[in-house]
């Protein structure tokens, strides 16, 4: 009775395990919000790089970063079709109501309209070499660059039906017609009409290149068929009868066949019909409606609605196991090929070569630190709260009071190594379940890791404080210039010891001594390595950039990570066992086959997307001339990958900018410059993968400086400003010239004044005076006269060198003069002087006496009676003189002087004048002289003349 229960719980839990385990290929999802509710007909890559995807909201295209919505103009429905390349890479695709599009700068248009007389419910489309549209619709016809109709089989409205139009590898093109049993061939133009001698084809076939043959599935019957001759017959190596009618749909690329199922999910063929997997259906929650295999070697397979699923490695399985949250801690293995499991509750899964994941042991409340098989007593090794024994034959624990185990590891057919937090152990398993533990006192410490070399019987043991190397009787720390290693995994391979670091690399040791130290100078992806395990003779390395597969000498054969297939690159642990990789990691489990390992052979590419300059669109030709206002400058570039873009980086420089390459991560393809100087740049940029480097693109463009700083402006404003000194110098220099002039024209005016103040006639007049004087035997009055004589000229000569004299000496000089003159007429002459209380003035000295003089000889010298003279000043802005006479005026004085001298002029007046004119300049005001007639009742009565001269204030 109890075997019958036990038998039925296993049969429970075997069914339980069969619909809650399953194997899949490693796989992500891209566009699941920007696709969501979006059905993807079509999927296709572009010589670019670009996917292109045909569904019912339209083209879309996505390029690496993002999805984007491809305008059509004249559309009559939005979903599209059938995505193709002509021969020369342009992309077409079509609608159900006979237009085909073609697609150009981002953008498509109606190519070509079926017309109505040839429309029917299935439309196929291909291009051949010669890039000629062929169409298949209720007839097959081409269509030529002017958009001219050519029919290819005779035009008929009904009869005909075809599904496909497959295009083989030297660009003929087949199809055939499934209502007459047809079989045609085109190429060049020369249509071959066959006749297939099978009903097989009644149904829409669809014709398949895989594994070297040209296959054809019937969608009616659900067989695959193969073409011999003029007939079809069932390939049963491809035999699909197990499927319902049109309820599949298959996709090929080349190596695999991929059945999927129209109500979800999808199965996978090898080239020998061997299902892969286990069988399974995957991706049951999705129906996939196309397929793609890119560049990369990426499947990619579009959803109805659920965006795109990528599966990078079909290689790489993704292993789920009952409990989803459950997170895999440890993992080891048995000769046998059973994998074991350990969890962070403390539960241990098992999976057997050929069955499903299953629970086998229970959680103990401890996460699982050490799992190790021990082949010699097969025995499982558990680091529980005390570590645990279990024999997996009869299923015996046993306790040992070890502490907390971190790590296990053989070093001879009977003998371990243990290392605890309580130092190292040797360990030796009894046939009576016991086990002989000894204790290493040179090993004290708490110890993560150890090893042996038995070539040198050297323990090594990765301690808190450090790496220790010795034996059991002496131990030493070792130390890297002068500092201590902290241990992360130690291996004993190839008669070598390596031990991984955090920082440093991997160092090896033979002889126990330091022999090489492998960092990312040579070969290593990364200096942070974890664990490190042998197998094939080869090395297998677990860093924070995934696993790194090396040769013994340390060579590089292959890297592991997000790129090929893994969900992170950070591994929590790894096992090797019958060429499977077991990959334990805090996304679940994984597993890959080491013999279909890719080598890295990808290229990155690299294409400038957009160029904005002062954030408008522009299109940077050979040598582009930008001024200095479009001075702010982004690249956005790309380099199309779906499997590599998390290890794509891009490299750029700005040469007249930068000195050394900068570095962007891939999602950072956005490169500014916010503010160039004027200058000339080339801007640099390429990808970097794994030290495959894209071709480098070069972008030059100079930045014209505005005009204030260029050369010219430079030259000009110099030659400018030395005109502008001369300029200066020339007119100062005139300036100085001139007023040099009117110095000397103003002193020579002086000299001229003084000399018609003193000119022979007054002097001969005065002298004439002084001898009428001396004859009438009047002593004393020509005693007087020759006095003020003399103190005229004394005068007149001390100011003729002064330009102002204070206006009382001016007075002064007036007041002898006419006395002189006053002594020559006696009684005849009145003169008065009146200054209005005007003093401390300077004035231009001998300026009034000419003009006085002139009154005294043209106007007052020739009148009967008493001759008046009034000399005034007054001061305002310039100080003002008015000499007034009661002469008899100007005009009856100038006829007396022209009866007399005709040719008669003023010397005097006249070079004062000339004076007056040289201080107005000078002086920059409003000099000069005003002559006034006076008069009453017509009759001139004297002349009036004023004065307006400059001043200085004497404080």
Known sequence: MGQLIQAFLTIVILICSLTTEAQQPSHFKIGEEELSGIDIYDILQDNQHNYWLATDNGLIKYDGYNFKKIPSKNELSNSVFDLKLDFDNNLYCKNLSGQIFQVINDSSKVYFQLPDSLMASEICYAFDNLNTLTIASNSIFSINKNKDISFLIPKKKSGNRFYQILKLKDSTLITHNTARNQFIKIKNDTTVISHINSSAIKSPIQGLHFNNQLLYYNKGTGVVLKRKNNSFEVDKNFSMAKNKTNHIRLYTDENYLWVAELAGGIKVYDNEMKPLFNGNTFFKNNIISSFCKDNEGNIILGTFGEGIIVIPNINITDIKILDPDAKITRITSTPKNTIFFGTQDGRIFRKESAQLLEEYKKSSNKHIE???FINQSNELLISEKNPVLINLSTGKKTKTALGAIKDFKQISKKDYLISANTGVYSFTPQKNGEAKIEFLSQFSERTNYVSFNPLTQSIYAGTSQGLKIGTK?????????????????????DEKIFITTKKHGVLIFKNDHLEDIWTTENQLISNSVKTIKSYDNKLFLSTNLGIQILDKNGKHLYTLNKSEGLKVNQIIDFEIRNDFLWIVHQKGIQ?????????????????????????????????????HNQNKIEFTVSSNSIKFNTEIKYFYKLEGLDNSWQVNDYTNNLITYKSLPPNDYIFKIKAVCRNHESKTLNYHFTITPPYWKTWWFYTCSILLFIGLAILLFLILLKRQKKKIQMTNELNASKLIAIQSQMNPHFIFNAINSIQDLILKGDIDNSYSYIIKFSKLVRQTLNFSDKSFIDIEEE???????????????????????????????????MLVQPFAENAIKHGLLHKEGLK????????????????TDNGIGRKKSKEINDRQRKNYQSFSVNA????????????????????????????????????????????
């Open 370 to 372: 050490v799992l190790y």
């Open 473 to 493: 009787t002496n131990a030493s720390f070792f130390k890297l210039k002068g500092s201590q290693i902290i241990c992360r995994d130690i291996l004993y391979f």
């Open 591 to 627: 597993q890959l086959n080491l013999n279909k390992l890719n080598v890295f052979n990808f290229i990155p590419t690299i294409s400038l997307t957009k160029t904005l300059v002062d954030d408008s669109s522009f299109h940077f030709t050979t040598n582009t001339i930008l001024t």
């Open 811 to 845: 007075v002064e000089l007036l007041k002898v003069y006419l006395e002189l003159e006053k002594l020559r007429f006696k009684a005849d002459f009145k003169y008065t002087i009146d200054t209005n209380g005007i003093n401390d003035l300077q004035v231009p000295p």
């Open 868 to 883: 008046k003279l009034n000399i005034s000043f007054h001061k305002n802005a310039v100080l003002k003189c008015i000499v």
């Open 912 to 955: 004062t004048k000339n004076r007056f004119n040289i201080m107005k300049t000078h002086y920059q005001q409003d000099l000069g002289i005003k002559f006034e007639d006076l008069k009453e009742n017509n009759s001139p009565i004297g002349t009036k003349v004023t004065i307006y001269m400059p001043f200085k204030k004497k404080y």
